[in-house]
């Protein structure tokens, strides 16, 4: 595989540096990109990057992935309006060792291969390096004319910024200059990669590596990735889409993935899966003849849920999708952990339920009146339970009068009731 063209046909080359492909058909070359530590989890925005790294190390190169430990402390100006919160060691060092276990999904870290992938943290060359030291070493080799022309800078110095720019950031792109620096001279590594805002760091680097040493360094960057509306990508009410469960439930990130629109679905599944040309064209055709089946966004939502969480998690996802459609849901119903439950149940109106109405044996037709007010009368209970339209737990109920019991429990405090084909309501047990 020839990774330019690679990259190209999959829309993910912004810009790229001249000779860098002549770079790469040289043989195994050795890439770096980097990735901010100020949480202990990847999000959607950072996925374009890492995958980067994949078609990289997947056409025989070598990726090393950087977690700026010693740059997260300052913050990068390049599209923010505002100057980000310093982290301390510690909170650092956890958080690139969970970014490793996610990187460890998409890339080769384990293998005897030459080209298996490693993680460095610029803190650890960082850190013992004076001021005086740097100034010095690196400061004199780039002026401050070659600086102030970036356009990160530019756009925060034209009034973007309300506190305008601190030194500390305008600092930045020499540090990550020096990053790339010091990558080339101890790991040979020729080329960075990014996103299309990185430009201006990146070639601060190759500069610094040609009047340092003489030597040549390439750069090559992606586009930032955008929804056709123009809306922000990887952004929802609640925020982030996060790569790890504790802050998106497979349930929510499989469900972001099937709802993009049919543009962005085609643009998407290029970028974030590693189908080939041809099946991507098929799939394409397919929407093309039957857009209501939406093969695309199908397909995307079940490549990149089993790469980022697992086969099993994209399955529960299905089924757990399938819930409030499904006259058989209560096995699914009975395995599904509490917060897919309730990421399904979103926007369903809900009740609290004290648990003594439960363990005492309340008749359902009065938990469902008098308790909880799904039916505005015990008559319309009984009518819709006698012509089949009542449900508890997907399961149809026959008896108005039965005692709600503890078996109904769902994750031990949950009861989904189901009036007519389409009004769902869940109570929720309180201790």
Same mark, same amino acid.
């Given at each position: 595989?020839?990774? @330019?063209?690679?990259?190209t046909?999959?829309?993910?080359?912004?810009?790229?540096?001249?000779?860098?492909?002549?770079? $790469?058909?040289?043989?195994?070359?050795t890439?770096?990109?980097?990735?901010?530590?100020?949480?202990?989890?990847?999000?959607?925005?950072?996925?374009?990057?890492?995958?980067?790294?994949?078609?990289?190390?997947?056409?025989?190169?070598?990726?090393?992935?950087?977690?700026?430990?010693a740059?997260? %402390?300052?913050?990068?100006?390049?599209?923010?309006?505002?100057?980000?919160?310093?982290?301390?060691?510690?909170? !650092?060092?956890?958080?690139?060792?969970?970014?490793?276990?996610?990187?460890?999904?998409f890339?080769?870290?384990?293998?005897?291969?030459?080209?298996?992938?490693?993680?460095?943290?610029?803190?650890?060359?960082?850190?013992?390096v004076?001021? !005086?030291?740097?100034?010095?070493?690196?400061?004199?080799?780039?002026?401050v004319?070659? %600086? %102030?022309a970036?356009?990160?800078?530019?756009?925060?110095?034209?009034?973007?910024a309300?506190?305008? $720019?601190?030194?500390?950031?305008?600092?930045?792109?020499l540090?990550?200059?020096?990053?790339?620096?010091?990558?080339?001279?101890d790991?040979?590594?020729? $080329?960075?990669?990014?996103?299309?805002?990185?430009?201006?760091?990146?070639?601060?680097?190759?500069e610094? @590596?040609?009047?340092?040493l003489?030597?040549?360094?390439?750069?090559?960057?992606?586009?930032?990735?955008?929804?056709?509306?123009?809306?922000?990508?990887?952004?929802?009410e609640?925020?982030?889409?996060?790569?790890?469960?504790?802050?998106t439930?497979?349930y929510?990130?499989?469900?972001?993935?099937?709802?993009?629109?049919?543009?962005?679905?085609?643009?998407?599944?290029? @970028?974030?899966?590693?189908?080939?040309?041809?099946?991507?064209?098929a799939?394409?055709?397919?929407?093309?003849?039957?857009?209501?089946a939406?093969?695309?966004?199908?397909?995307?939502?079940?490549?990149?849920?089993?790469?980022v969480?697992?086969?099993?998690?994209?399955?529960?996802?299905?089924?757990a999708?399938?819930?409030?459609f499904?006259n058989?849901?209560?096995?699914?119903?009975?395995?599904?952990?509490?917060?897919?439950?309730?990421?399904?149940?979103?926007?369903?109106?809900?009740?609290?339920?004290?648990?003594?109405?439960?363990?005492?044996?309340?008749?359902?037709?009065? $938990?469902?009146?008098?308790?909880?007010?799904?039916?505005?009368?015990?008559?319309? %209970?009984?009518?819709?339970?006698?012509?089949?339209?009542?449900?508890?737990?997907?399961?149809?109920?026959?008896?108005?009068?039965?005692?709600?019991?503890?078996?109904?429990?769902?994750?031990?405090?949950?009861?989904?009731?189901?009036?007519?084909?389409?009004?769902?309501?869940?109570?929720?047990?309180?201790?």
């Open positions: 595989m020839d990774f @330019i063209e690679e990259l046909w999959r829309g993910m080359i912004h810009t790229v540096m001249p000779g860098t492909d002549e770079q $790469l058909k040289k043989g195994m070359t890439a770096y990109l980097g990735i901010d530590p100020t949480a202990d989890s990847l999000h959607i925005g950072h996925l374009c990057g890492v995958m980067m790294l994949r078609h990289f190390q997947r056409c025989g190169h070598k990726p090393l992935a950087l977690v700026g430990g740059t997260g %402390m300052i913050g990068d100006p390049s599209g923010k309006s505002a100057e980000r919160n310093l982290l301390d060691e510690a909170t !650092l060092r956890h958080n690139q060792d969970a970014i490793k276990k996610q990187l460890a999904k890339l080769d870290f384990d293998s005897d291969a030459p080209n298996k992938a490693e993680m460095v943290n610029n803190y650890d060359w960082t850190k013992d004076t001021f !005086l030291d740097f100034a010095r070493e690196i400061g004199k080799h780039i002026t004319n070659y %600086m %102030m970036k356009d990160s800078v530019q756009k925060r110095l034209n009034g973007e309300r506190d305008g $720019l601190s030194f500390t950031e305008f600092t930045y792109q540090l990550q200059g020096f990053d790339f620096y010091t990558l080339y001279k790991k040979n590594c020729k $080329l960075q990669l990014g996103g299309s805002d990185q430009w201006g760091n990146i070639t601060t680097g190759t610094l @590596i040609r009047r340092k003489g030597g040549e360094a390439y750069a090559l960057t992606c586009p930032l990735i955008t929804k056709a509306d123009g809306g922000k990508f990887g952004k929802t609640s925020g982030n889409v996060w790569l790890d469960a504790r802050y439930s497979p929510k990130f499989y469900q972001f993935w099937l709802n993009v629109s049919d543009a962005d679905a085609e643009k998407y599944i290029k @970028i974030f899966t590693e189908l080939t040309r041809e099946e991507v064209e799939l394409v055709e397919e929407q093309a003849q039957n857009p209501g939406r093969p695309l966004q199908k397909r995307l939502a079940k490549e990149v849920t089993t790469m969480h697992s086969a099993e998690e994209y399955e529960a996802a299905v089924e999708s399938q819930i409030l499904s058989h849901a209560n096995e699914t119903l009975r395995k599904i952990d509490e917060a897919t439950l309730l990421a399904v149940m979103e926007g369903v109106p809900q009740f609290e339920v004290p648990r003594s109405a439960i363990e005492e044996g309340t008749k359902l037709a009065d $938990l469902l009146t008098d308790v909880a007010p799904v039916f505005p009368s015990k008559g319309e %209970m009984r009518k819709m339970v006698q012509g089949g339209g009542v449900s508890i737990n997907k399961e149809k109920i026959s008896d108005p009068y039965a005692p709600a019991t503890t078996d109904m429990l769902l994750n031990d405090k949950y009861i989904l009731v189901q009036r007519g084909k389409k009004n769902y309501f869940l109570l929720h047990i309180a201790d």
